[in-house]
């Protein structure tokens, strides 16, 4: 039976997560500062700590015995949450998730993390209009949790290379909305709009299904594993 550790599993893209993967029958390890957000469920265990917070041998107990980590961290919309500690609380928690990888393991894990389509993608050389650099070289500065994100698809990249019991995907949102359910959706290599100046819209359920979709489906892992793809909800007239 497959196991899957959840990372942010009590926020709004994490919950839509964690109820995939249980109505799917899969086995859930939630890292959560709040038990009673998930509620109860026979597949679903909770840990109340956070990947930089546990010790370090329970933490390699864990992963060691998950197939697959999802993470749907993210900075509170808070003075606090922008600003304050952890500043780097993405890039980390992949950081002391990965050093807990067992290199001897007989499958790799497979690693989803959800970031956004303001991140580039250095390695595929994606192109951004001159403005639109510039306007992200100043986001770096003045929120943190872009270049949190950054350096966290960056610590990714450095995997491909260095780390075979470890294998990833970063999945791409656009402007994140609200819906109850999931809907069609498409997949893109690279950003088709400008995130800054044309962004799409990408609902939060369908961003928990692509996820759960990727760590469930082993052709559509296969299609996209070691690349970061863009998802957009389908445009309805």
């Known amino acids: 039976m497959m196991k899957v550790m959840v990372l942010g599993a009590t926020g709004a893209t994490g919950k839509g997560v964690v ?17 009673d957000v998930l509620g109860e469920h026979p597949r679903l265990q909770q840990i109340a ?3 930089l917070s546990m010790e370090l041998t329970e933490l390699e107990q864990l992963v060691g015995n998950s197939d697959a980590i999802i993470c749907c961290l993210g900075h509170n919309l808070t003075l606090q949450g922008v600003y304050g500690a952890p500043r780097m609380l993405v890039r980390d928690s992949l950081r002391r998730i990965i050093s807990s990888v067992d290199k001897q393991r007989s499958q790799p894990l497979k690693l989803v993390l959800m970031s956004s389509t303001g991140v ?14 510039a306007l992200n070289f100043l986001l770096r500065w003045l929120l943190p949790p872009h270049w949190d994100n ?24 656009d402007t994140l909305i609200d819906r109850s359910e999931v809907s ?33 489906d082993e052709s559509l892992w296969q299609q996209w594993k070691g690349k970061s793809p863009v998802i957009y909800n389908q445009q309805t007239e």
């Open 49 to 51: 700590a956070t990947a």
């Open 19 to 35: 109820k995939q993967l249980l109505d799917a029958d899969i086995d859930v390890a939630a890292l959560v500062r709040n038990t």
């Open 120 to 133: 580039r993608n250095v390695v595929a050389q994606e192109r951004i209009p001159t403005v639109e650099t």
């Open 184 to 216: 069609q959706y498409d997949w893109f290599v690279s950003p088709t709009r400008s995130a800054l100046f044309d962004a799409g819209e990408t609902s939060r359920i369908n961003v928990a299904n692509a996820m759960y979709r990727l760590v469930s």
């Open 150 to 173: 950054e350096q966290a698809a960056k610590l990714l990249h450095s995997q491909e290379i260095n780390n075979t019991s470890l294998e990833w995907v970063m999945v791409r949102p």
